[in-house]
């Protein structure tokens, strides 16, 4: 069975900084994209970063300069690197991990004051 644990969030001001892990468990980590979303109170989810086997990467026009996607395939890790924080930036991240079916974490609640 495929675990996804997302763990990092918290409360940050603006400028700061934060990191997300998630932690997969039971997957084909190293031969599926992963991906980290958000979604913000009232607003739809929406894609923040993706990270492909090869470790090609892809941003939201939002994060990018300021978000670094990377992972850790001996862990089976994901990480989101989280620079220069902005409050528009509050929401709960979620890992994803693309495959048939798709996957995807509890979430962890990132809020950026201003």
Not at 26 to 47: C, D, I, Y
Not at 77 to 104: F, I, R
């Given at each position: 069975?495929?675990?996804?644990?997302?763990?990092?969030?918290?409360?940050?001001?603006?400028?700061?900084?934060l990191r997300l892990s998630?932690?997969?468990?039971?997957?084909?980590?190293?031969?599926?994209?992963?991906?980290?979303?958000?979604?913000?109170p009232g607003k739809q989810?929406?894609?923040?970063?993706?990270?492909?086997?090869?470790?090609?990467?892809?941003?939201?026009?939002?994060v990018k300069g300021r978000?670094?996607?990377?992972?850790?395939?001996?862990?089976?890790?994901?990480?989101?690197?989280?620079?220069?924080?902005?409050?528009?930036?509050?929401?709960?991240?979620?890992?994803?991990?693309?495959?048939?079916?798709?996957?995807?974490?509890?979430?962890?609640?990132?809020?950026?004051?201003?």
């Amino acid at each position: 069975q495929v675990r996804l644990v997302e763990s990092g969030g918290g409360l940050v001001q603006a400028g700061g900084s934060l990191r997300l892990s998630c932690a997969a468990s039971g997957s084909t980590f190293r031969a599926n994209v992963m991906g980290w979303h958000r979604q913000a109170p009232g607003k739809q989810r929406e894609l923040v970063a993706q990270i492909w086997p090869g470790d090609s990467t892809n941003y939201a026009d939002s994060v990018k300069g300021r978000f670094t996607i990377s992972r850790d395939k001996a862990e089976n890790t994901v990480y989101l690197q989280m620079n220069s924080l902005k409050p528009e930036d509050t929401a709960v991240y979620y890992c994803h991990e693309y495959g048939s079916p798709d996957y995807w974490g509890q979430g962890t609640q990132v809020t950026v004051s201003s």
